[in-house]
């Protein structure tokens, strides 16, 4: 009978030191070193994430082709990434719902921008026309170019693009002259602007690219309530961000790799926009689609409910 009863306490011992672990276990979030995902730092460093009661670790990538392969994986849990990220990785069959816009709920927020090199020679848009731009193809990058460029009176047979998909790279050789033109997003388009590239056209004033919060749905299922924690603590560093950009010029240096170059100089059309959590609006998840069903990279478009989970931000 003693026996009996050691065994009971100690198979109680062993459950309730799993269910610790299982509760100890952080929500692992992917993140890129670019500008739009300051508000997770700011919350990670003001302590937010903890006042809400939520484990958050912010899991760095290099690529968002190694942050896709971790959500895949279930090595993360939730990244910020983008529309067609999101179709993307549903298609291949890792089901992930959108529960924010990140940037882009305005346009002057997260800019791209289409540069011309120093001593290019080109000093218009229209010089653009048949001539070879540093893009990464298959991106949102991609369908940001195509979208500016046919807006502004481009056939589609006259942009010409040149695969180069690491962004430094493309950076180097636009302004070694390598390449006449390049897309590039901010920081990196800053920089540009500051080493003397020519800003021929940005997204700033249509609302063409938006960068997205998304999680693993399977995380959703099993703790939707922490979800709502994590997006709680980004509105409040969200806050602390637009009522004083300058006071995280340190994490963006750190986080983002900003040059200080690019922090201490206005010559450049980089500003840090944010706005609170907001969902994505129907039209937005529906263009990048017909956009990438053109181009072959869906055989048929999502539905919005497919895509978005509304209960985060409309408990």
């Not at 050691?6 to 979030?29: K, V």
């Not at 924010?100 to 540069?115: A, K």
């Not at 962004?167 to 050789?173: A, D, G, Q």
């Not at 609302?207 to 959703?220: A, K």
């Amino acid at each position: 009978m003693r026996r009996y009863i050691f065994w009971l306490f100690l198979l109680f011992i062993l459950s309730a030191g799993g269910c610790a672990r299982e509760e100890a276990r952080p929500i692992r979030l992917g993140l890129l070193p670019i500008t739009d995902n300051l508000p997770f730092w700011v919350a990670e460093e003001k302590g937010y994430f903890k006042q809400q009661g939520v484990k958050v670790e912010l899991v760095g990538f290099d690529s968002a082709m190694k942050r896709d392969a971790a959500i895949t994986g279930g090595q993360i849990d939730g990244a910020l990434g983008d529309i067609l990220a999101v179709s993307l990785l549903n298609s291949g069959g890792t089901n992930v719902k959108i529960v924010s816009l990140g940037q882009g709920v305005t346009p002057e927020e997260g800019r791209f921008s289409i540069l011309a090199a120093p001593n290019s020679g080109i000093t218009s848009l229209q010089d653009l026309k048949n001539v070879g731009i540093g893009c990464s193809l298959k991106t949102i990058q991609e369908y940001v170019l195509d979208n500016l460029l046919t807006a502004n009176g481009f056939r589609e047979e006259e942009i010409k693009k040149i695969a180069i998909p690491n962004m430094s790279l493309r950076l180097n050789s636009l302004l070694q002259g390598s390449i006449k033109a390049a897309i590039l997003p901010d920081p990196l388009a800053a920089l540009a602007e500051t080493k003397g590239a020519r800003l021929l056209l940005d997204d700033t004033r249509e609302n063409i690219s938006q960068t997205v919060i998304y999680f693993r749905e399977d995380v959703l299922d099993r703790d939707m309530a922490a979800a709502r924690k994590i997006m709680r603590a980004y509105a409040q560093a969200v806050e602390d961000i637009m009522a004083d950009p300058d006071a995280f010029n340190n994490l963006l240096a750190t986080k983002a790799g900003t040059p200080k170059e690019v922090l201490v100089s206005k010559d450049h059309g980089m500003r840090l926009l944010f706005s609170p959590p907001t969902l994505p609006q129907e039209d937005q998840i529906e263009r990048v689609q017909r956009w990438m069903v053109r181009r072959g990279l869906l055989a048929r478009p999502f539905a919005y409910t497919d895509l978005v989970e509304q209960r985060v931000l409309n408990p």
